[in-house]
Antibody, heavy 117, light 112 residues
């Protein structure tokens, strides 16, 4: 059974760095073809893809976030991470992680992040 | 970037009727391997999105056969036959052909 769960700070101030953790089970990021992606959704709005990381440590980022993103993984502990630097109120959203292949197969429950001064 | 454009539904849809959601991509999603990299998701109120259809027409495990996907390289349709109360939510199409990955803006389904 595949499960994913996101965790984050809940609230942070503008200009700070947002650190998110995705803890998963039911698959391994050391297995050929496996990957984890991050997607976010502002309240009442649509889905925005942020970044993917693959079993071979290949990484892809949404260029719209202009080099603010860093994705990484800890294969031993079945975790993936996303950092977003210099956050702004526009980064307020629910952040999801998902297992990926050619699609977002399994999603976590999401973690709400609010950026506010 | 590949732009995904979704159509609206004439809400609310009467229970038991069929509903078709359209999605158009700004570039063909047909890969040279013969697969079309178009996926459909449903986000029920208060829940995370869930995968319905991948590779344009393949139902994900456990998805009702009332859901079917079809299309060409740039024009796609998700058909829901005999809509039920549990189908309420927002439907998203998404391309996985190339980076950056992009979603449509979503299509809301309401049931009467």
């Amino acid at each position: 059974q595949v499960t994913l769960k996101e965790s984050g700070p809940g609230i942070l101030q503008p200009s700070q760095t947002l650190s998110l953790t995705c803890t998963f089970s039911g698959f391994s990021l050391s297995t050929y073809g496996m990957g984890v992606g991050w997607i976010r959704q502002p309240s009442g709005k649509g889905l925005e893809w942020l970044a993917n990381i693959w079993w071979d440590d290949d990484k892809y980022y949404n260029p719209s976030l202009k080099n603010r993103l860093t994705i990484s993984k800890d294969t031993s502990n079945n975790q993936a991470f996303l950092k977003i630097t210099n956050v702004d109120t526009a980064d307020t959203a629910t952040y999801y992680c998902a297992r990926i292949g050619d699609w977002f197969a399994y999603w976590g429950q999401g973690t709400l992040v609010t950026v506010s001064s | 970037d590949i732009v995904m454009t979704q159509g609206a539904l004439p809400n609310p849809v009467p229970s038991g009727e069929s509903a078709s959601i359209t999605c158009q991509s700004s570039k063909s999603l047909l890969h040279s391997n013969g697969k079309t990299y178009l996926n459909w998701y449903l986000q029920r109120p208060g829940q995370s999105p869930q995968l319905l259809i991948y590779w344009m027409s393949t139902r994900a495990s456990g998805v009702s056969d009332r859901f079917s996907g079809s299309g060409s390289g740039t024009d796609f349709t998700l058909k829901i036959s005999s809509v039920e109360a549990e189908d309420v939510g927002v439907y998203y199409c998404q391309q996985f052909l190339e980076y950056p990955l992009t979603f449509g803006s979503g299509t809301k389904l309401e049931i009467k």
